[in-house]
């Protein structure tokens, strides 16, 4: 499922607004759609990344400003490729969410929230090998780059 279309992604580039796209078991149709029609340096957050390092080494080739998206998904007991990705994709590539009401960080359960933003930065923080303090900073600064803020 890709939720995207032609027309968000020229609307997106004709406003210099960065694209938010949600891809999930379309690593193919994503990367082809954006190599049709978005401008290789335009600003793209993939929303949710739950693909492997191969995938974001792909995009990441193709599309420079491209910021990954990681969830409590990357807590989960079958997250080792995306565990991996985590640790291949450079740092000022990664942005966190909660992708509300769904993944929440393990061990927890029921619904996710922002506030369970700083279970899946201690969680890039480990993958990484990084403080939580670097790690937080760094997200706070791929923010602001990624969204103008």
């Known amino acids: 499922m890709v ?17 938010v796209v949600h891809s999930r078991s379309a690593a193919d149709d994503t990367y ?20 492997t390092a ?6 990441l080739d193709a599309f420079p400003n491209m910021y990954f998206g990681f969830t409590g998904a990357i807590t989960f007991n079958n997250a080792a490729a995306v565990c991996e990705a985590v640790k291949q994709i450079p740092m000022n590539r990664i942005l966190l969410e909660s992708d509300a009401p769904y993944m929440a960080p393990q061990p927890l359960k029921g619904v996710s929230h922002s506030g369970h933003i ?11 090998a990084e403080s939580l303090d670097t790690v937080l900073k ?3 600064n791929n923010t602001r780059d990624m969204y103008g803020i």
């Open 54 to 59: 191969q995938q974001a080494k792909r995009l």
């Open 118 to 128: 700083p279970l899946i930065a201690q969680k890039i923080a480990e993958l990484k």
């Open 32 to 51: 082809t759609i954006l190599k049709d029609y978005m401008p290789s340096q335009h600003k793209v957050h993939l929303h949710c990344f739950t693909d």
């Open 3 to 19: 939720l995207m279309s032609r027309e968000q992604i020229l609307r997106a580039v004709e406003l210099n607004k960065p694209l």
């Open 138 to 140: 760094n997200i706070r």
